[in-house]
């Protein structure tokens, strides 16, 4: 039995470190995404719009699940793959809502640092960046709470975390911890979803 909650521990942390990662990993790879994706403020329309563009289609097309069971396949069982899973989604579903908040700003900004001679780089720290900063924090916070959750079901598929605990317990009929897993994983989720609403509500 303590080995069981030791092993239910273990599974725990794994489950939000690879939240934590994927998050991490995918918001790095997303923010330049997202200024390249939108249309008003990309560096360059011919070839970095549709680049960025195809790339978020792409991760957003690719459900959790299949995503998940196609990396399991080509790494193997456990948290890589399922890190893997969670950067790509994020950079599908973060990725979406950033080049859309940034197609939203006001362009009278950017054309002023524009006329000053700035390069893409100066315009998007100095002009763009200060505009979608308080929205973007939300989204990244909020991709975050998603990633959490949804790393719970990408376990199910061998990807690690908890929901691989919680498929060996199911497969080898113990009902009763697999019971105790489920309940463990949605008072992670309240935690996870009064986390992120106290973060967003400092940070506005």
């Not at 560096?43 to 549709?50: F, K, Q, S």
């Not at 973060?94 to 700003?105: F, H, N, P, R, T």
């Not at 002009?127 to 900063?133: F, R």
């Amino acid at each position: 039995s303590q080995e069981i909650t030791f092993s239910v521990f273990c599974e725990m942390v794994e489950t939000i470190e690879m939240s934590l990662l994927g998050a991490f990993f995918g918001t790095v790879i997303t923010i330049p995404l997202a200024w390249m994706a939108a249309w008003n403020v990309t560096p360059n329309r011919t070839v970095l719009y549709p680049m960025a563009r195809t790339i978020i289609v792409f991760c957003r097309s690719l459900p959790a699940l299949i995503l998940g069971m196609l990396l399991v396949s080509i790494f193997v069982f456990g948290p890589f793959a399922g890190v893997l899973a969670l950067t790509i989604g994020t950079i599908g579903f973060a990725g979406k809502l950033m080049s859309e908040q940034a197609e939203s700003i006001d362009m009278g900004p950017v054309e002023a640092v524009r006329a000053t001679g700035a390069g893409p780089i100066k315009v998007f720290f100095y002009a763009i960046l200060p505009q979608v900063k308080p929205a973007w924090i939300g989204i990244i916070i909020y991709n975050w709470d998603a990633r959490l959750r949804g790393s719970t079901i990408l376990g199910f598929v061998g990807a690690g975390g908890i929901g691989l605990h919680l498929r060996l317990q199911i497969s080898n009929l113990e009902y009763h911890t697999a019971m105790g897993i489920i309940f463990l994983i949605i008072g992670l989720v309240i935690v996870s979803e009064a986390a992120s609403h106290l973060l967003r509500e400092r940070l506005r």
